[in-house]
Structure formats: C-alpha cells, structure tokens
C-alpha cells in the first residue's frame, strides 16, 4: 500500500495525476493538500469524493504545521508536488507569489520529507526552466537560462529539492514536462482561453506575431510520464518529458478554430508579452529510455481537449463568469494594442 501526498492536487495536471492514481492502482491511499488558490478547484476532483482510498487536505506548502501534521496523520510515504503558482502572465505582475509557495513552499516540503524519512520526493518542474531554446532540443544537462519570475521560481525549486539529494540523501526525482493540455485547465492558459472564447466568439488573443513554438503534450501522457519515474526512475535524477515536436501557436490557434468550427476572423494580435520565451524543446531520449512516450500526438491531444471543454461547459462557465477571473481578463487584456496579421 503507497500512501501519496498530491500538493496542488486540485490544480490542473494535479488533478489529473489523482485520477489516474485512483484508476490505476487499487494499492494506494491519495491525500490532497491544497491551497485552493483562484486555480485550486474541487470540481476537479468531484468523481473521487465517496473513494475511502482518497482525502482532501485544504493547506498551504508554506505552512510547515499543517504540513507535517498530515504526513504524520496520514502516514505518507511519498509526496508528489505539483502545487507552484504556475502562470507566467501572472509573474510578471506578482512575482513575490511565486516566490513564495514556488521556492520556499518547495524547501518546506523538503524539510518535512527529510524529518520524517519519507521514501520520495518527487518535483513536477517545467521545460521553462531551460529558457528559450531556440535551436535543437534541451537535454538534462542543458543550462539553466531561466527568463521569466515564473520559470526563475521553478529552477529555485529544482535546485533546492537536487541540494537535499546532495547534502541529505533524500530521495528525490524531477520531472521537467512540456506544456500541457487536457482537461480541468484553468482559461487563462492559452488552449483553454482560446477554446472558451471560441466557442463565445470572442477574440482568440495572439500575443506578438504568434510565431513562438510550444512541446503541447496531453496531461494524460504526462501524468503517466510521472507515474514511469515513480516507479522506475533512478534517484536524484532530472527526467524531461514532452512529446519531442513543436507547434507555433498560430498554427495551434488554426487548428482549435477548425475544430470548434469558428472562423479565423476571431484571431486578434495584440502586443506581445514582455521576455516572451520564443521556443522550447525537449530532448525525452532519457524518459524513453525507461519505456515511456507520449500516446497522443499534438492534433489528438487538441481535438481531445477541445471535445472536453465543449462537453463541459458546466465546468469553466463557473469561474469565467466569476469576478475574480473577469477583473482578471480586464486587467490583463483590455488596453493591450492589437495589431494587423503580420504579412507573411
Ligand atoms: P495549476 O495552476 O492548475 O494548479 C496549481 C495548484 O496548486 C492549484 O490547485 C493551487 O490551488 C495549488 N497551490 C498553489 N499555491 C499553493 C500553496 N502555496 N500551497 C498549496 N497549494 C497551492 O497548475 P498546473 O498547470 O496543474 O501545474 C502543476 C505543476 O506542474 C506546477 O508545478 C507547474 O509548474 C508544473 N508544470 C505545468 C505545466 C503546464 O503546462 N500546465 C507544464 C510543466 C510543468
Ligand atoms: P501559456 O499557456 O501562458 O504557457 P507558457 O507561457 O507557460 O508557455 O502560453 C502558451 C503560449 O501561448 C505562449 O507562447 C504565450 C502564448 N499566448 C498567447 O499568444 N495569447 C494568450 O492570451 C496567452 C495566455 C498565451
């Protein structure tokens, strides 16, 4: 019997990752721990609610207390963090946020595992921490060149969860994932705000000249990419995990209009993001290594996720109709210049 501790479980892959837990394993116990910040959402999680092999915890990483007290009451072996604040637009304008549950909330969690001698630690990180690769692909001896407060916060956690391996011995594994698409996404990403204001008719907004390039994997894939290096990944070791192919985020936005059958006249360029990364890439040879791949290419994860958010609009009608996310929209988008297609 594994008993997990899912921080930031009822965010997007979070969430994902406790479902397919749950599915795939009758020998464990989940427990979420979550903030429940305006990403942090039970709904994610309604289907696991009468499951006795699951709990929900709501409390901060940074709340060293609150942290130990539900390892202890628990009897966690294994914590899996996803909790981050995880939104680069939001970085640039809150970066002492990030900071804090991405940076100190990761040493809390790192504290606590190594009081208590839990078997893994397991960091879900991000490609951003390689910064903009503008050629080839980064393995994971790529430098780290981070560019954003977003993806600086990140490689802070990353470097402190590899100091516990070294100087403690803690066991600990990081996986580096590319962007994810799927399900329960928060729209202010970008497929799922392009696809929920696609289905409203409302501008799709491009930042820039929408030449950047973007590894979009399926969550499914990456939760069972994370699931691969829990069961069979080397301690103390960094696994990259992404489909390996790029799709310019025009060409993304193309794809989504047709599938939701709206004209391209919906696309809007407006001003470009301050330090916007212009292409990741992953090298994944070692994750492959271990027997895993992604299952979905980058068009069936799109038409999978875009099916999703046309079945289930129950789920971001909710938090798009809110005020929080409509003063954020207004706040981040209206006053933005938009700008004529770039000719080419
Ligand atoms: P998300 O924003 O959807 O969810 C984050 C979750 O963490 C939310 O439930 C939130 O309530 C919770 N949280 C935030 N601060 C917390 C705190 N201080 N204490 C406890 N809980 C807290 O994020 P996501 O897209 O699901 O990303 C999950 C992880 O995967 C993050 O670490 C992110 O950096 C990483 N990642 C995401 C992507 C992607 O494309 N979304 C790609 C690679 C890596
Ligand atoms: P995002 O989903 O924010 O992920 P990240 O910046 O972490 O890769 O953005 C994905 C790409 O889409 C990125 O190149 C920025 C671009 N983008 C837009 O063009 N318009 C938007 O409104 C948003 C949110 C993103």
């Known amino acids: ?50 499951d006795p092999r699951y709990a929900f915890v709501q409390g901060d990483i940074c709340d060293a207390k609150r942290v130990r007290d539900t390892l202890k009451t628990h009897a966690i072996d294994t914590i899996v963090n996803f909790a981050a604040e995880t939104h680069v637009d939001r970085s640039l304008t809150d970066a002492g946020s990030f900071i804090n549950t991405d940076v100190f909330g990761t040493y809390v969690l790192l504290e606590a595992a190594k009081e208590l001698g839990l078997e893994r630690y397991h960091q879900v990180s991000t490609d951003e921490v390689y910064g903009e690769v503008l050629e080839g692909a980064a393995d994971e001896q790529y430098p780290i060149h981070t560019r954003s407060p977003y993806s600086a916060s990140k ?36 497929v799922p705000l392009f696809v929920t204001n696609a289905i409203d008719d409302k501008p799709l907004p491009i930042y820039g000249d929408g030449l950047q390039a973007r ?49 391209k006249s919906l696309l809007q360029y407006i001003t470009d993001r301050p330090g916007h990364d212009r292409r990741y890439a992953l090298d994944v040879s070692k994750i492959r290594a271990l027997g895993w791949q992604s299952r979905h290419s980058f068009s069936q994860a799109l038409e999978k996720t875009v099916r999703w958010y046309c079945d289930n609009e129950w789920w971001w009608r909710e938090i798009k109709n809110g005020t929080r996310y409509q003063a954020y929209y207004q706040t981040h988008y209206s006053g933005r210049e938009v700008a004529p297609p770039p000719e080419n």
Not at 162 to 176: D, E, K, W
Request: charged share 15%.
């Open 1 to 50: 019997m594994k008993n997990y501790l899912v921080t930031g479980g009822a965010g997007f892959i979070g969430s994902n990752f406790v479902t397919w837990l749950l599915e795939h394993h009758d020998d464990c116990r989940v427990v979420v721990y979550d903030k429940l910040t305006y990403a942090g959402n039970l709904n994610n999680l309604l289907s696991h609610r009468d």
């Open 155 to 190: 490689a802070g956690g990353d470097l402190m969860v590899l100091a516990y391996h070294t100087s403690f011995g803690l066991p600990v594994t990081i996986t580096r994932g590319s962007n994810s698409i799927g399900p329960y996404q928060y729209p202010e990403k970008v």
């Open 215 to 263: 590894d979009y994997q399926y969550v499914v894939d990456h939760c069972e990419g994370i699931n691969t290096v829990l069961q069979k990944g080397q301690i103390g070791e960094i696994y990259n995990l992404g489909t390996g192919t790029e799709t310019r985020n025009i060409d993304m936005a193309n794809l989504l209009l047709e599938l939701v059958g709206k004209p």
